[in-house]
């Protein structure tokens, strides 16, 4: 299953009004949470473990470098991050929520770590059953207090805003994900730097598209 969808690319993004968010070079991981029973439950974009000893060493077997991902989230994010679940109405039903995150550390690069290296866990996007993705002005309304990615832009998607963007005018390492929408209608599309694909051919030579758009 695949639990967090693949972004597309600039080429076919609506014309509408969006919020451009830093996009982060880490490890895209998600967080399954429940009014009753709290977080649960946890996973890769494509895998789920239960939030268990049993299943956090299963996750550890299955991910290596990937090992202290579920302390770092426990440590930082989840407290908050459910006490913010809990205040916020929409979030009343019984439904599954997913929390998506990124971890990385200083040095992270196309979803890379270094073992010796502090991590982070920065919350992405929220996803409810029923009802789909948590539109980003809502997002950064109820979780912008918690650790998220910096928003850069926000306005119309125009071809002159990627470009900027390609060109390293808005201070990112790797680009920008535009998000705009709410709920089933929320779209995605992401941006890369033209530095970042000169890091990506350096680092992987003829391999790099399967890290680009």
Sequence with gaps: MLYYPKIPGPRDAPA???VAFEKLDGTNLHWCWGRDSGWHAFGTRRDRFDLTPTGTAA?????PGLEDAP???LDALADPLDAALRHHPEFSGRGEVRAFTEYLGPNSFAGR???DEPKETVLIDVWVEDSGFVGPGAFVAMFGHLP???VVYRGKLTGA???AVRRGKYDVAEGVVCKGGHGADVWMVKAKTLAYLDRLKASFGTKWEAFWE
């Excluded at 996750?59 to 991910?63: G, L, M």
């Design 16 to 18: 509408g009004h969006c």
């Design 59 to 63: 996750f550890a077997a299955a991910h």
């Design 148 to 150: 998220t990615p910096r």
């Design 71 to 73: 302390a770092a989230f």
């Design 161 to 163: 805003f990627l470009e």
């Design 113 to 115: 770590h270094h073992r």
